[in-house]
């Protein structure tokens, strides 16, 4: 009963106050409807800002995906054959060591 109060309340009140609940320019363009920022095209301008830090945050994540790629990789290499011969020497010196 509570809630159903709550939801008539906040229904009522976005029906009351409908202009505030416009969004900015950015999504809804600067049509007449939603005031505009002095006739400038601040909303191309935002938009355009927006593909920008996307754009810096997807350069960002590759990059730190090439580097996990790239340890993943090394860290499954077979090791070079002279540090693999040099393992099985110094493991065959331990084992004659404790025989």
Request: hydrophobic share 45%; net charge negative.
């Amino acid at each position: 009963m509570k809630t159903s109060r709550y939801f008539l309340l906040f229904a009522g009140l976005l029906i009351v106050l409908t202009e505030q609940s416009w969004a900015c320019s950015v999504c809804m363009g600067s049509n007449g409807v939603v005031p505009d920022a002095g006739g400038s095209d601040l909303g191309g301008a935002i938009n355009g800002a927006i593909f920008v830090m996307l754009g810096l945050i997807g350069t960002v994540l590759t990059g730190i995906s090439a580097v996990a790629y790239s340890l993943y990789k090394r860290a499954n290499a077979a090791l070079p054959v002279d540090q693999e011969l040099e393992q099985l020497m110094s493991g065959l010196d331990q084992g004659q060591n404790h025989a």
